[in-house]
T-cell receptor
Framework: RKEVEQDPGPFNVPEGATVAFNCTYS??????FFWYRQDCRKEPKLLMS???SGNEDGRFTAQLNRASQYISLLIRDSKLSDSATYLC???????????FGTGTRLQVFP | GAVVSQHPSRVICKSGTSVKIECRSL??????MFWYRQFPKQSLMLMAT?????????EQGVEKDKFLINHASLTLSTLTVTSAHPEDSSFYIC?????????????FGNGTRLTVT
């Protein structure tokens, strides 16, 4: 079983739609969680950290469920520019090792 | 915010030559930097952890004699791909965290696309 698992997609959604991605992690020693966005042939860029109480940044909402060991990302009112691969990233406690999911591809169409 | 700079962004070299990639943290000190590799349509794979003032830690399956890492200062790490071969063609990305900030996320350089002909 992979340490961090994501549905690779692609998720094809129309502009204005709401879309949600889930990510599960297997290591209970996971400490911190992040969502990164990666455009084709570019480096990943931090989208948002994920806090225990859940957090929102504009159209993006991230949630963490430690009991079930998953995190989620909700995108409301999708824009064409949201098309990218979204990476779920887990930082293990007491290490500096970040574990990446394979990413979920989102394609927003007009 | 924290910024990581990587150079060069793209390099094409002939088989058998060596290529050096630089990674700098611009506004914070990074005692540890990370080197990742990403093949097309695959996830980022950690190659090694670069430690300032000591030897790098390599992940299983990564040849330390082929991928030389030098962490010369608190703001600079270099990765040298020695005797490059076409199968080394990939996207190499460095990253660093600002350990002065608790739970600081990882910041990435803009990556180096290596093509070995």
């Amino acid at each position: 079983r992979k340490e961090v698992e994501q549905d690779p997609g692609p998720f094809n959604v129309p502009e204005g739609a709401t879309v949600a991605f889930n990510c599960t992690y297997s290591n209970s020693a996971s400490q911190s969680f992040f969502w990164y966005r990666q455009d084709c042939r570019k480096e990943p860029k931090l989208l948002m950290s994920v806090y225990s109480s859940g957090n929102e940044d504009g159209r993006f909402t991230a949630q963490l469920n430690r009991a079930s060991q998953y995190i989620s990302l909700l995108i409301r009112d999708s824009k064409l520019s949201d098309s990218a691969t979204y990476l779920c990233v887990v930082l293990l406690y007491n290490t500096d090792k970040l574990i990446f999911g394979t990413g979920t591809r989102l394609q927003v169409f007009p | 915010g924290a910024v990581v700079s990587q150079h060069p962004s793209r390099v094409i070299c002939k088989s058998g030559t060596s290529v050096k990639i630089e990674c700098r943290s611009l506004d914070f000190q990074a005692t540890t930097m990370f080197w990742y590799r990403q093949f097309p349509k695959q996830s980022l794979m950690l190659m090694a952890t670069s430690n300032e003032g000591s030897k790098a830690t390599y992940e299983q399956g990564v040849e330390k004699d082929k991928f030389l890492i030098n962490h010369a200062s608190l703001t600079l790490s270099t990765l040298t791909v020695t005797s490059a071969h076409p199968e080394d063609s990939s996207f190499y990305i460095c990253s660093a965290r600002d350990f002065g900030q608790r739970n600081s996320p990882l910041h990435f350089g803009n990556g180096t696309r290596l093509t070995v002909t």
